[in-house]
């Protein structure tokens, strides 16, 4: 069975890094993107990063460009998010998503495009 398991969040103060880690069995990731998304108390989700099956193709959301990095190790199974210079607002739960290729890459910070999901890591910045 395909599941996805999200981890390294936690409690960070601002301007602080944290990374997380987007582990999946049941299958392996090498023909799946993989989105990032995160879920505000009282707001909608929103996608805040993507990478496609090789890493060649990523994507962010303007509200986290320069400072948060996607990433991939195939060989682990595994995709990463690693964030820098975090901010209050960037407080959510964030949740990691797959889509088997092909995906229009445009499109892969729209959560309706994903199939399957983690249960998501509690990120909270706040000093």
């Known amino acids: 069975q395909l599941q996805l398991v999200e981890s390294g969040g936690g409690l960070v103060q601002p301007g602080g890094s944290l990374r997380l880690s987007c582990a999946a069995s049941?299958?392996?990731?090498?023909?799946?993107?993989i989105g990032w998304f995160r879920q505000a108390p009282g707001k909608e989700r929103e996608g805040v990063s993507c990478?496609?099956?090789?890493?060649?193709?990523?994507k962010y959301a303007d509200s986290v460009k320069g400072r948060f990095t996607i990433s991939r190790d195939n060989a682990k199974n595994t995709v990463y998010l690693q964030m820098n210079s975090l901010k209050p607002e960037d407080t959510a739960v964030y949740y990691c998503a797959a889509r088997r290729e092909p995906i229009l890459f445009r499109h892969c910070l729209y959560a309706d495009k994903y199939d399957d999901w983690g249960q998501g890591a509690q990120v909270t910045v706040s000093s």
């Open positions: 990478i496609s099956s090789g890493g060649g193709s990523t």
């Open positions: 049941g299958f392996t990731l090498d023909y799946y993107a």
